[in-house]
């Protein structure tokens, strides 16, 4: 086709060859983050210490800054990808394919496809069917989760509070508002399932193997305020799979080593209080400036 001087069609695209990684592989990578603490990191010094204190995945993000918000210069994602052994995700604008195509060339090995970040298309979200790299997708309901699936999600993250004031109550609410769907989608009589998946406009075939399996048919994550390790444990508790948690967590800390460290074990040892009351002790002053003041409910708009 490009000798003809045609142009190449997106959904002919020679990206991939879906073949070889079916769904089922993806699926089974993000398994493999179970468990586990994914940490938000903009340099080299807060991916080492990250990995250090026993983080399972880091996303990487550019440094906060003015204007329209865009996937990482590829750059830091090979500076940081040459510093660390774990495994590395990054973001892509919602339905932007060709950030997604660079992020997947870079080698990153899963792609957020993210809507704390600027949206490329309003309409329509990446056929993430075309990629061999796993995706990640944000969502607020059960509904939304299973659209993003259907789309080829690999690992669903329910999103709360993108500001980065460690307000944990929208993620609070929407995890419980998945959770409570899948109990209530658990208590149906089949013929019942028809109308559910109608009323959630999600596809059939999902809200059945949901309903057969007790929870999404893929790994859930929670993010947004998790910033301490009561936060963590309570999301696990609420029957998240793990936990993505935000750049905040590095930013004005004497020792963000034992934050994170203390978040990460707070995951791992959820149903421990001895643990919690370990990882927990001594933070006080390691969270002062992630407190929701007068002053930052103001600064953002609530």
């Known amino acids: 086709m490009a000798e003809d001087g045609v142009v190449t069609l997106y959904n002919n695209t020679a990206i991939t060859d879906t073949k070889k990684n079916p769904v089922s ?11 586990g603490a994914i940490l938000e990191v903009s340099n080299t010094n807060q991916a080492k210490i990250a990995e250090e204190a026993g983080a399972c995945c880091l996303v990487i993000t550019e440094p906060e800054r003015h204007g329209i918000s865009r996937m990482p210069d590829p750059a830091l994602i090979k500076q ?13 604008r919602v339905g932007h394919f060709v950030e997604a195509q660079i992020l997947e ?23 993430k069917h075309n990629f061999r790299c796993p995706f990640v997708c944000g969502c607020r309901n059960l509904g939304e989760a299973l659209r993003r699936v259907r789309e080829g999600a690999a690992m669903i993250r329910t999103q709360g509070d993108l500001s980065g004031t460690g307000n944990i109550v929208e993620t609070v609410k929407n995890v419980r508002s998945v959770m409570g769907e899948i109990r209530i989608l658990n208590n149906m009589d089949e013929d019942e399932v028809f109308a559910f998946s109608k009323k959630i406009a999600a596809p059939y075939d999902l809200v059945a193997q949901t309903k057969q399996m007790g929870r999404l048919p893929v790994v859930h994550f929670a993010a947004g305020g998790i910033v301490t390790p009561a936060d963590a444990a309570l999301m696990m508790q609420l029957g998240c799979d793990g936990v993505f948690v935000g750049s905040e967590v590095f930013d004005n800390c004497s020792d963000p ?46």
Not at 258 to 276: C, Q, S, T
């Open 257 to 302: 080593y034992k934050r994170v460290r203390g978040i990460v074990e707070a995951v791992r040892h959820y149903n421990d209080p001895h643990v919690l009351v370990e990882n927990s002790c001594g933070l006080e002053g390691e969270m002062a400036r992630l407190n929701v003041t007068e002053e930052r409910m103001e600064q953002f708009g609530e």
């Open 25 to 35: 592989i993806k699926v089974g990578l993000t398994q493999m983050l179970r468990g």
């Open 80 to 92: 940081i990808k040459r510093a660390v052994s774990i495994p590395i995700m990054s973001r892509s």
């Open 105 to 127: 060339r870079v080698g990153v090995d899963y792609i957020d496809e993210n809507e704390v970040l600027a949206i490329a298309d309003e309409d329509n979200f990446i056929n």
